[in-house]
Nanobody
Framework: QVQLVESGGGLVQPGGSLRLSCATSGIIFSIYAMGWYRQAPGKQRELVAG???????NYADSVKGRFTISRDNAKHTVYLQMNSLKPEDTGVYYC????????WGQGTQVTVSS
């Protein structure tokens, strides 16, 4: 049974940082490209960062230079380090495959507000 469990969200002031984690189970994690997605209030879910099985990364322009995606294949976990957070980063963050989709997890809420 495939499970994606996101954690690490919270309320943070503009300019602050958060580190999100996504623990996976039920998949051969190391062979899949993974991504972090964001759904802002009233908007469609969008891809903000991706990482290949070989740890090559790419980012949406809106987060480039502020967010860093990484993975730990031994722990079957993908991370998103978010720095210099802005109010427009507010949303529910999810992880999922990039080229193969899995059942979505519950996501983790990130709220950037003073």
């Amino acid at each position: 049974q495939v499970q994606l469990v996101e954690s690490g969200g919270g309320l943070v002031q503009p300019g602050g940082s958060l580190r999100l984690s996504c623990a996976t189970s039920g998949i051969i994690f190391s062979i899949y490209a993974m991504g972090w997605y964001r759904q802002a209030p009233g908007k469609q879910r969008e891809l903000v960062a991706g990482i290949t099985s070989g740890s090559m990364t790419n980012y949406a322009d809106s987060v480039k230079g502020r967010f860093t995606i990484s993975r730990d294949n031994a722990k079957h976990t993908v991370y998103l380090q978010m720095n210099s957070l802005k109010p427009e980063d507010t949303g529910v963050y999810y992880c999922n495959g990039l080229t193969k989709g899995f059942l979505w997890g519950q996501g983790t809420q990130v709220t950037v507000s003073s």
